[in-house]
């Protein structure tokens, strides 16, 4: 049964970091591209970043282009996004999920408020 | 990239069928075979229903079947059961200037 789990949710100021991690397993995670999406309360899906199976393409939502970083370490099956200079309207749950033309399976989301 | 459009609810009696038409444009729907679509029930992660436009995952009902014409995709329903009440997303490959990908606005389905 594939698993990802997310972590590194929680409340952040405005203008602050978080780390989000994402830890996978049983599933090849070194062949898969991984995205983050992302959901605001009561609204609704949101593309975040993507990166290829290997690190060599990553592409961002304008929304969080160059406050947010997507990167993966594949000896470790794990997938992050570090987000900078976060703003409220960043207030979501956040979801890992592995595919890369669409999302085959998803992890159940960490929420990340920012607030002061 | 504006996101992509869909109703934002339908309904229908157990066992009818139901359509949701997620509406793009030549950039994202209309250029690429690459539509899919996600169910997600309340509190729950998303789930996928049907990928590059008509392809059923393992597991999935075919009750769930999905097509595309020119810049819409839809998803239909067959037989309507009360555990298809949900809310609804496609997601097209857009790779324009803005956004890579993009998600439809949503749609609730209700089975009355």
């Known amino acids: 049964q594939v698993q990802l789990v997310e972590s590194g949710g929680g409340v952040v100021q405005p203008g602050r970091s978080l780390r989000l991690s994402c830890a996978a397993s049983a599933f090849t995670f070194s062949s898969y591209g991984m995205h983050w999406v992302r959901q605001a309360p009561g609204k609704g899906l949101e593309w975040v970043a993507v990166?290829?199976?290997?690190?060599?393409?990553?592409y961002y939502a304008d929304s969080v282009k160059g406050r947010f970083t997507i990167s993966r370490d594949n000896s470790k099956n794990t997938l992050y996004l570090q987000m900078n200079s976060l703003r409220a309207d960043d207030t979501a749950v956040y979801y890992c999920?592995?595919?890369?033309?669409?999302?085959?399976?998803w992890g159940q989301g960490t929420l990340v408020t920012v607030s002061s | 990239q504006s996101a992509l459009t869909q109703p934002a609810s339908v309904s229908g009696s157990p066992g009818q069928s139901i359509t949701i038409s997620c509406t793009g444009t030549s950039s994202d729907v209309g250029s690429y075979n690459l539509v899919s679509w996600y169910q997600q029930h309340p509190g729950k992660a998303p789930k996928l229903m049907i990928h590059?436009?008509?392809k059923r995952p393992s597991g999935v009902s075919s009750r769930f079947s999905g097509s595309k014409s020119g810049n819409t995709a839809s998803l239909t329903i067959s037989g309507l059961q009360a555990e298809d009440e949900a809310d609804y997303y496609c997601?097209?490959?857009?790779?324009?200037?803005?956004?890579?990908?993009?998600f439809g606005t949503g749609t609730k389905v209700t089975v009355l």
């Open positions: 997601w097209s490959y857009a790779a324009t200037s803005t956004s890579f990908y993009v």
């Open positions: 999920a592995s595919g890369y033309s669409y999302v085959v399976d």
């Open positions: 590059e436009v008509s």
């Open positions: 990166i290829s199976y290997d690190g060599s393409e990553i």
